[in-house]
């Protein structure tokens, strides 16, 4: 009883800190995370920890975890991970010189299967901060097939894929596309696998990684993700909506694929001499497109009005969590840890200096006025904070359009000639 109050708990601290840290999040087909059957939900694994915890909060039902064992190694952590709702996985990379032995891990996923529960699994069983998917592990489905194996194939398990697309994963404020697909039923697999398990768990495994690829933004390398990304800004700036933004590229990926080498090389040199001239100029393509399109967020005199009028509480919002908010970017920044911990750090030192310094903070207030003072103060903190956070992405784009509006008319037609250049040849 205690274990589930906890988790409880827990989830609804996932949901609230990702509502603030990710606040542009899109769902597609977020009803296929109600369901009532045994089910293995897996996704991509580009954000580490929030990834697991982000996905599993959004589920209606508690879900057991599949986790790396080393984690388990401290006597203590090990204790509490298999209370909450872990279940160790060894992988070839970390066994070192042991013979790699998951058999017990995968008799608790099948018995907790088979009665009827959930399971999250990363299968690349790694995390990258990259757009695109690394081969995946069979394990996912070897312990799906597995369970039905050792019940008769009556338990009508299915595997759920869940596409995890981030703008800037490490970064506050970043977007999210949240795609949730259509489950794939184990039970489909049965004949094969009867006749030869590795072969069924080969097929299930390649039919999962086509479903996940599907459902995220999978680029090739590096060179093609940072061409997409120029494109996406140029689509966002002009639409604002970023589900469009995911859509138009899950199709430009194909188009680009099947251009020829000039064609795509035409496209990829334009755009990098667009976004090249707008660092020079210290601009943006959002302040370029707001100034084309004579849109009234594009005055800059309007804006500056705003800016001015913001102004106070920007300096309120800022000096009140400078130090909730700081020290959290500060020990990331010194941790000097792999980028793609960013987040998880953010936020789980976040859960210490926010209510830590709003408790001070109250506490500071009460000393000086009354508690209703107090309270109200305290209470007006959170929407302060993300109104300043708000200002400033506000600023930036001020910046950028006061410094396109100051070029001269030539700079000006340079920068517009370059961006019909690249929209000319956008596929």
Known sequence: MFLNLLYDFLKLIVLIVLRIFYPDTIFINKEGLEFDNPTIVVSNHPNTLLDA???AARVKRRVFFLANSSLFANPVAGWLLNRLYCIPIMRKEDAEKKQVDN????ARAYEHLAGGGSI??????SSYMERRLRPIKSGTARIALGAEAHNNWGLGVTILPVGLTYSNPHKFGSRLVFNV???IP???YQEDYEKDPVKAWTNLTKLLEERLK?????TLDDEEDDLLVKLETIDLSETGDFEQVFSNTQNRIAELRALEESALEEIRVKTNDYFQLLDEKRTSDKAVWLQKSKALAGKFWIRLMAVLVGLPIFLYGSINHILAFGIPALITRLAKLYIGYDSTVKTLTGLITFPLFYILQYRWVASYFDTTTAVIYILTLPIIGLLAWNYGVFLQVTLSIFNFSRLSKKGKAEILRAREEVKAVMV
Do not use: C, L, R
């Open 53 to 55: 915890v982000g996905v």
């Open 103 to 106: 058999n017990n891990s995968f």
């Open 120 to 125: 999250y699994i990363a299968p690349e069983g």
């Open 181 to 183: 697909g259509a489950p």
């Open 186 to 188: 184990v039970s489909h």
């Open 214 to 218: 599907s459902h995220i933004t999978d």
